[in-house]
């Protein structure tokens, strides 16, 4: 792949060196504890990861939380980035990059991910280790990106993680047919749903967004709309991080009546801040985004797998996608997004705020794209994936 001399620049930017460099160096002492570690016996232990430890959610956790119900005899463990984060109880909380956690890398019967593992992970005899991807693809993925978009690093990177994969969890046939393929994946499918939706449809969702919207501030009778855009792979800061992405003018510009929450990508959490979310309820932070989408009454995203997710509660959704020729030219997608959106498309945060009053109304009119959308993506959302994942992998039932 070849770089422009903007590229070029970035990379030599003397805080990315440095950066580049901390972080080779920590894993190659990371590399040498791991491999001691696995010389030692197994543990009968489970750990659960998400997003390196930056979030206490998505499939993983539910993974989890199924297995605490059911007797097992296997510690659980599950990863943090920082010593505040909290647990749910019945599992034991792990620093990320700790001894502990490396110890449990090499050592742990079963391993979970949402994403990839360090690479120096090398899985051992006797490890099972549960892939359950983080969303369902819009844009192409691994082997699929027509364009320069994907390094041939990344996609040997890519294939070395697939290969120490014993199941890929999916949500429905559309991605059994992508996920495998994209990601260089010949091992087997579990076509279960997504454990991190199934809060979405259990009996305790309308509780758990009366608390959530309490404890945001929002009153019964505001519409919360959530905003949550995908990251950028053409948009960096001078330190080479990924670019925070926000289309939205100030949310103090919304209709009476209604309030904003911005949800950033975990991407570009780093550059987040009060600013980043330009006067809106900011959850960036927030550990489960499944929650927020229990909250929320109108969802406004672009590119993000969000738009799978939240379909799953038949709620109005709203896409502001000003870029979107520049983000289809550079990643592209799988399949006709302007034709089969189950909302309404925006190129720009006025046109979008002008139709908030009216989102209940596009919603019916978009009702027939809505449930084709939801039949083609949600086939499996019944509130029990997790379950499913669990009697498959630990063989065990509730």
């Not at 919360?224 to 992405?245: F, H, I, N, Q």
């Amino acid at each position: 792949m070849r770089l422009n001399k903007s590229a070029v620049l970035g990379l030599l930017e003397p805080r990315r060196l440095f950066g580049i460099v901390s972080r080779r160096r920590a894993i190659v002492q990371q590399t040498l504890v791991y491999r001691a570690e696995r010389k030692k016996p197994l543990l009968e232990a489970a750990l659960f990861q998400s997003f390196e430890g930056a979030t206490v959610g998505d499939s993983p956790l539910q993974i989890a939380l199924e297995l605490a119900k059911r007797n097992t005899g296997l510690e659980l463990f599950y990863v943090v980035k920082q010593p505040t984060q909290q647990v749910p109880a019945g599992l034991s909380k792990v620093i990320f990059g700790s001894q502990k956690w490396l110890s449990l890398v090499a050592r742990a019967k079963y391993l979970t991910a949402n994403n990839n593992l360090p690479e120096f992970f090398s899985k051992r005899d006797g490890q099972t280790y549960v892939q359950t991807w983080h969303g369902t693809p819009l844009k192409r993925l691994g082997r699929d990106i027509e364009t320069n978009a994907a390094s041939p690093f990344y996609i040997a990177a890519m294939a070395r993680e697939a290969a120490g994969w014993n199941y890929l969890i999916s949500p429905s046939n559309y991605c059994t047919q992508i996920l495998p393929r994209a990601l260089g994946y010949q091992g087997e499918v579990l076509e279960v749903g997504y454990p991190r939706n199934d809060h979405l449809s259990d009996l305790h969702a309308a509780a758990i967004r009366a608390k959530l919207r309490d404890q945001l501030g929002v009153k019964v009778t505001e519409t919360l709309v959530l905003y949550a855009p995908t990251w950028r792979d053409t948009k960096r800061t001078s330190t080479g991080a990924w670019a925070g992405v926000n289309f939205f003018g100030s949310a103090s510009n919304l209709p009476q009546g209604f309030r904003l929450a911005f949800r950033g990508h975990n991407n570009t959490a780093k550059n987040n801040s009060g600013k980043t979310a330009n006067g809106a309820i900011d959850v960036t932070s927030y550990p489960d985004i499944t929650e927020l989408y229990l909250a929320a009454d109108i969802l406004v995203t672009d590119y993000s797998s969000s738009m799978f997710d939240f379909s799953v509660t038949g709620k109005p959704m709203m896409f502001l996608v000003p870029d979107l020729e520049e983000y289809e030219a550079n990643r592209g997608f799988y399949f006709d997004f302007r034709s089969e959106a189950p909302g309404k498309l925006y190129d720009n945060a006025e046109a979008l705020i002008a139709d908030l009053p009216k989102a209940k109304q596009i919603n019916a009119e978009y009702a027939g794209k809505y449930a084709q959308w939801r039949q083609m993506f949600n086939p499996l959302e019944d509130g029990h994936a997790a379950a499913r994942t669990v009697d498959k992998v630990w063989g065990t039932k509730a």
